[in-house]
């Protein structure tokens, strides 16, 4: 009997040893890998130079205490970056939808690819976005360095992009103007208004966002480029989306702010003929715009619901586009010109109106001609066929992303 107790007590104890040995195992496992992850992150913290950008944003307690996201947070936010909480893949990174522990909405992008040489350039850069504050521009919440590719956190933005909106449903006049407006007026911003020039260089209708009142929001800063305001431009490699992409830059490597105009000018065209800029062909819809303008024919690639809703505005809206994707950047105006121009259009419909682009060019020396129209004004006349526009708008038909 007492054989077959100490047989029992052996067996249990035995039992429970194995079950404690288990868990201290488990445990240390446990701990060992936490702190394996720790380590990792804080060495991709300190590689992606987190301390730098402690120091930039320290002088603004507000933005230092939302700048630096940790893993954790986004890992909980996005259900350990689940398939389901994808919401875009492209070129620049995947883009997923989470929920901070503040329970505000953010959209995550995760680049597919770091180049350690521009971490520096990198860390700068969500600095002064992350002090950009304009309506137009979508929000960056902060960032995460504890990865071996940085993340940005960007306000999430619920209506999908121009793109869906103009393609697959369809937009008032009113609405495409406004939309106009808005962004010339993000990019404006961007150009003049902050302590160093931003330029975008992806500026397309999928980078467009809306909002539930079809506000604009200019978003994607992944092929952003700061220039400092002592140098009008800086040489990089080409970087861009085609049909949209500035001729000059791809073929020079020379990018300005007159990039983002071109790149503009071609989302007017847009706007108007509801046409995309590329096509399986190889089309160009610039080109072709260019061509119809200066032969009068406009109608024939104008959307119909804007020959019936736009009136005089639709000439001056395309007089500008053409403007704006002149081959010389030199001749395209800046993006504030643009901007004035717009907003006279919006806020003097019932008036007969002088572009402020006509005005600012013509003070400063420069002809602005465009192509004639079927009411008999010039809008182009010599000089579109000195400028063969085979050459200036041919030529961006074909080059890669």
Not at 20 to 43: E, N, T, W
Not at 293 to 303: M, N, P, R, T, V
Not at 311 to 340: H, I, N, S, W, Y
């Amino acid at each position: 009997m007492r054989r077959g107790c100490l047989a029992i007590g052996l067996g249990v104890g035995s039992g429970v040893g194995i079950i404690v040995l288990v868990l201290i195992v488990f445990y240390m496992v446990r701990r060992f890998k936490h702190q394996r992850a720790r380590k990792h992150r804080r060495k991709f913290f300190e590689q992606n130079r987190g301390q730098l950008l402690q120091q930039l944003v320290s002088q603004r307690a507000d933005i230092a205490e939302r700048m630096i996201i940790t893993l954790e947070e986004l890992e909980k936010a996005t259900n350990n970056f689940d398939k389901s909480r994808e919401i875009g893949d492209g070129g620049h990174g995947t883009v997923y939808k989470g929920i901070l522990s503040d329970l505000h909405v953010v959209a995550i992008k995760k680049p597919k690819f770091a180049v350690q040489k521009e971490i520096d350039e990198f860390i700068n850069e969500v600095a002064i976005l992350s002090q950009v504050n304009h309506r137009n521009v979508v929000k960056l919440y902060g960032c995460c360095l504890e990865t071996e590719v940085p993340l940005l956190v960007y306000e999430f933005i619920s209506n999908g992009t121009l793109y869906d909106h103009l393609h697959a449903r369809s937009l008032s006049w009113n609405d495409r103007l406004r939309i106009a407006i808005e962004t010339a007026k993000s990019l404006a911003y961007l150009h003049f208004s902050v302590p160093i020039p931003i330029i975008h260089r992806d500026i397309k209708s999928v980078n467009i966002l809306l909002d539930d009142t079809l506000t604009a929001k200019v978003a994607d800063f992944g092929a952003s480029r700061y220039i400092p305001t002592e140098k009008s431009g800086i040489t990089t490699m080409a970087q861009g989306t085609i049909g949209y992409m500035d001729p000059m830059y791809f073929y020079t490597s020379r990018l300005t702010d007159k990039s983002d105009v071109y790149s503009f000018g071609v989302i007017l065209v847009e706007l108007l003929t509801r046409r995309k800029p590329f096509s399986s062909r190889g089309d160009s819809l610039v080109a072709n715009f260019v061509t119809l303008l200066a032969e009068g024919k406009l109608l024939q690639i104008l959307d119909p619901r804007v020959v019936e809703e736009g009136g005089k505005e639709v000439e001056e809206v395309a007089a500008l586009a053409v403007a704006c994707v002149k081959f010389k950047g030199e001749d395209r105006p800046t993006m504030r010109q643009v901007e004035l121009t717009l907003e006279s259009l919006q806020t003097s419909r019932d008036h007969v109106l002088v572009s402020p682009v006509v005005e600012i060019f013509e003070k400063d020396g420069h002809e602005m001609n465009f192509p004639s129209t079927n009411d008999g004004r010039n809008i182009d006349d010599s000089t579109s066929r000195q400028d063969s526009l085979e050459e200036e708008f041919m030529l961006s038909t074909e080059y890669p992303r």
